[in-house]
Nanobody, 115 residues
């Protein structure tokens, strides 16, 4: 049974920090990339940060310099360190793992940034 479980969301004030974690299990074949996406109310789900099995990363422009993605695809784990949070970062954050055969999503974790 495949599982992707996110944790670390919560309520934080503007300028604060949160660290999201995602742990996967039962995912085969080998994970090629893991990423964090977010979806705000009434908005489409969007890519926030991507981490590949080779260690390369990519970020949405608005989070560059504030967010850092890290992980170990061999261990089905990815993290997102979020600093200098802004109210516009408020959303449900989802973890995604991509293999050569499937894409898997976690259930999401709520991040709320208050003014």
């Amino acid at each position: 049974q495949v599982q992707l479980v996110e944790s670390g969301g919560g309520l934080v004030q503007t300028g604060g920090s949160l660290r999201l974690s995602c742990a996967g299990s039962g995912i085969v074949p080998r994970i090629r990339s893991m990423g964090w996406y977010r979806q705000a109310p009434g908005m489409r789900r969007e890519l926030v940060a991507l981490f590949s099995s080779g260690g390369s990363t990519d970020y949405k422009d608005s989070v560059k310099g504030r967010f850092t993605i890290s992980g170990d695809t061999a261990k089905s784990a990815v993290y997102l360190q979020m600093n200098s949070l802004k109210p516009e970062d408020t959303a449900i954050y989802y973890c995604k793992a991509v293999t050569s055969a499937h894409a898997y999503w976690g259930q999401g974790t709520q991040v709320t940034v208050s003014t």
